[in-house]
C-alpha cells in the first residue's frame, strides 16, 4: 500500500520557491571548515553524473571542414518554432509535463546554439502536477513583432485547464510574462504580425461535421495585440481537411503564416506525427485566404522510401521557416531515427534543411530525398557545437559534478519544479524522496537527461543508505509512467538491496535483485546499445557488475509505449516503494 500522495510543490508559494532556489544556487560558496548539516539517511546524495553517447553514425561520417550534423537537437526536442531579431535567432521546442517548459535556445547563425533556459519556469505559468507525461505543453510557437520590439510565445497546455495561453517578452534572456489565456479551442497556434501593424492567429481545430478519422482543419483569428485576446467573431476555416480534401487527407497542424513578395504562405504538416508525416503549403493574396495548395506539395517528407535504408529518418514534418545567414532561407522540424530493432527511444528530435524559395514556393533541399546525417554549414559559419558552451551534438560526453552555482539546463523534473525536492550539499546533489513513486500521475523526486543516442551509457555515484523498504534511490530509465526501467538500492529487514524493476504497461516486475554492501558510495551505471540495455553497480567505483543480464530496450520506445516523448535516462528517490527485492 503506497502513502497517501501529498503535493510537494503546490503547497509552496512562488518565494519560498525562490528562495529554495537561492539556497540551491549559493549552498556551495561555504567555507569548507564550516560545520555541515548532517544529511538525513534515507535522502541520497549524488556526488557525480556522467551521460556518453557512442552511436556509430557519428564515428562513420565524421565531420570535415564546414559541416555539422543533423538533428541539431538530439533526443525528444519535439516540434520545433523559430524566429528571428537581427542576428539572434530563437528556437522553442514541446516539453509536455516536463518541467520546466518550453526549452529556448538561441543562436547567431543557426549551427552553433546556446540553450538559455526555459519559457514556461514558474508554477505559475505551468500547471501539470497531476499530468501525463505526454500531456502538459503541445506545439509551441514563436515569433518576434517588430512593430513592438516584442516576442511572443503561444502554445496549448492540456493541463491545469490552461488551454491555449500567450506569453511575451521584450527580451527571451530575461524571462516571460505570465500567461494570457486565449478564448478559442483547438492546438498547435501561432502568430502572424503583418507589417501594417495587424496580427492573426493560425491553429488547428475540428471541424464542424468530420466527414472521416483524423480530419481537421486550419482556421484564423484577427489578434488584438493591445489586449492580447482574439478578436470575436473574426473566425475563419482556411484549410478544410488538407490539400485535397477528396483524398481525405489526416491531421492538417502546425500552421505558420509568412509574407514574402507581397504574398501570404500557409505552411502546415499534414499526415499525422509518423510514418505518413510530411510538409505541405499554400498561397494567398490576403491573410484570412483563400488559400491555394502548392502544386508540388508536399515540400518535406521522408514516407517514400525503404524502411530498411541506412540512417534512416523518417516522420519528417511539423516544421518552421526562417531566412538564415547571407538571407537563405532555412527550415526546422521535427524527425525520428529509429534505431536497428525499429524502436523510437530518442523520440521526435530537432533537424533543419536549407530551403529554396527562389521561385513562388519554399522547397526544403534534399528533403524529398532520403537525409544525410550532415549538412554544409552556412557560407562564413564555423562549427564550435559542444564548445564554449554551446549545445553539443553527434557523439559527446556531458558530466556533472553538482558543484556549479545553477544547475544545468539539461536537468529537468516532472510535473512540477526541481528546486522543491533537490539541495545542493558539499558532496554533490541531494534529493528529497516524495512518497510517490515513478508510475505515479504525480510529481516524483526525479531529475532526468534526455537520451540522446541510440548507444550510450549514463553513470551516477550515490551515497545513499535507505532506512525501509519504501525507501529507494538509484537511477531511471523512463518513456513515461507506465513504461520504464528502475535500478536502485533498497531495504529489507536489515539489509540493503540493489533491484532492476521493469514496468510495462503499468505492469511493474522484478528482474533482478542483490544484497549488497553499503559502507562506501555505490556507483549504478546503465548502457544501451540499440535495442539491449544493460544495468550494472561498482563498489569501488571502478569494477563494474551486471545485475539482470541484457533486458530490452522496447518499453523505451515511442511506438511501443505511446505518446509524443522520447526516453529519458535520471536520477531517481522515493520514499513509497513498493518494490520487494527477490
Known amino acids: 500500500m503506497k502513502k497517501p500522495f501529498k503535493s510537494p510543490f503546490y503547497k509552496y508559494s512562488p518565494a519560498l520557491i525562490l528562495m529554495t532556489l537561492l539556497l540551491f544556487s549559493f549552498s556551495g560558496n561555504k567555507n569548507d571548515h564550516e560545520p555541515q548539516p548532517k544529511l ?4 541520497p546524495v549524488f556526488l557525480s553524473a556522467t551521460y556518453k553517447g557512442e552511436d556509430e553514425v557519428y564515428k562513420k561520417y565524421p565531420l570535415r571542414e564546414g559541416e555539422f550534423y543533423n538533428p541539431i537537437l538530439q533526443g525528444t526536442y519535439p516540434d520545433p518554432a523559430i524566429t ?13 509535463a516536463m518541467f520546466p517548459g518550453v526549452p529556448i535556445f538561441h543562436s547567431n547563425d543557426l549551427v552553433n ?26 506545439a509551441p510557437g514563436i515569433t518576434y513583432n517588430e512593430n513592438n520590439d516584442t516576442f511572443y510565445m503561444i502554445t496549448t497546455a492540456f493541463a491545469g485547464g490552461a488551454g491555449n495561453i500567450v506569453v511575451k517578452t521584450k527580451d527571451p534572456k530575461k524571462g516571460w510574462s505570465e500567461p494570457y489565456k486565449l478564448n478559442f479551442a483547438g492546438i498547435d ?11 492573426y492567429v493560425v491553429h488547428n481545430d475540428a471541424p464542424e461535421k468530420a466527414l472521416y478519422q483524423g480530419h481537421r482543419v486550419i482556421k484564423i483569428w484577427e489578434y488584438d495585440v493591445e489586449k492580447d485576446q482574439i478578436i470575436e467573431g473574426t473566425d475563419k476555416v482556411i484549410v478544410n481537411g488538407g490539400v485535397d480534401l477528396e483524398d481525405k487527407p489526416i491531421w492538417i497542424e502546425a500552421p505558420h503564416v509568412y509574407k514574402k513578395d507581397g504574398l501570404y504562405y500557409l505552411m502546415c504538416a499534414e499526415g499525422g506525427t509518423g510514418g505518413w508525416h510530411s510538409e505541405v503549403v499554400f498561397v494567398s493574396d490576403n491573410p484570412k485566404g483563400p488559400y491555394e495548395p502548392a502544386p508540388s506539395n508536399p515540400i518535406l517528407t521522408q514516407r517514400y522510401f525503404p524502411k530498411d535504408r541506412e540512417n534512416m529518418v523518417d516522420w519528417a514534418g511539423h516544421a518552421d521557416i526562417v531566412k538564415g545567414p547571407n538571407d537563405k532561407y532555412y527550415g526546422v522540424f521535427l524527425a525520428i531515427r529509429p534505431n536497428e530493432a525499429g524502436q523510437v527511444t530518442t523520440g521526435r528530435e530537432t533537424f533543419i534543411l536549407p530551403v529554396d524559395w527562389s521561385g513562388k514556393f519554399p522547397v526544403f533541399e534534399n528533403g524529398l530525398v532520403p537525409m544525410e546525417p550532415k549538412l554544409e554549414m552556412p557560407a562564413g559559419v564555423e562549427n564550435h557545437t559542444g564548445k564554449d558552451g554551446f549545445f553539443p551534438n553527434g557523439n559527446f560526453t556531458f558530466t556533472d559534478d553538482f558543484q556549479a552555482d545553477t544547475l544545468d539546463y539539461r536537468w529537468i523534473g516532472l510535473r512540477g519544479p526541481r528546486e522543491a525536492f533537490m539541495k545542493k550539499t558539499k558532496d554533490g546533489l541531494q534529493l528529497e524522496p516524495f512518497a510517490t513513486d515513478i508510475n505515479e500521475l504525480a510529481p516524483t523526486s526525479t531529475l532526468f537527461h534526455r537520451q540522446m543516442h541510440k548507444n550510450f551509457s549514463f553513470m551516477t555515484k550515490m551515497k545513499y543508505k ?9 537511477i531511471t530509465c523512463y518513456q513515461n509512467e507506465r513504461f520504464n526501467y528502475a535500478f536502485g538500492i533498497t531495504r529489507k529487514d536489515k539489509d540493503y538491496y540493489l533491484l532492476l524493476e521493469r514496468t510495462e504497461n503499468g505492469e511493474s516486475k522484478i528482474i533482478a535483485s542483490k544484497k549488497i554492501d553499503l559502507d562506501n558510495p555505490v556507483s549504478l551505471k546503465v548502457q544501451a546499445n540499440g535495442d539491449e540495455y544493460e544495468f550494472s553497480y561498482a563498489l569501488d567505483g571502478e569494477n563494474y557488475e551486471n545485475l539482470g543480464g541484457k533486458v530490452s530496450g522496447d518499453i ?27
Open 466 to 474: 535507505p532506512k525501509s523498504a519504501e525507501d529507494m534511490a538509484g
Open 84 to 96: 528571428r531579431k537581427g542576428d539572434d535567432y530563437y528556437m522553442v521546442c514541446s516539453s509536455f
Open 556 to 582: 523505451l520506445s515511442t511506438n511501443v509505449a505511446g505518446g509524443f516523448t522520447g526516453a529519458m535516462v535520471g536520477l531517481y528517490a522515493t520514499s513509497a516503494n513498493d518494490a520487494t527485492p527477490n
Open 189 to 199: 497556434p501561432s502568430i502572424f504580425f503583418d507589417d501594417d501593424g495587424k496580427a
Open 113 to 138: 546554439w546556446t540553450q538559455i533556459g526555459h519559457v514556461l519556469d514558474r508554477t505559475s505559468q505551468l500547471d501539470v502536477h497531476d499530468t501525463g507525461i505526454s500531456q502538459g505543453v503541445y
Open 40 to 43: 538525513a539517511t534515507n535522502e
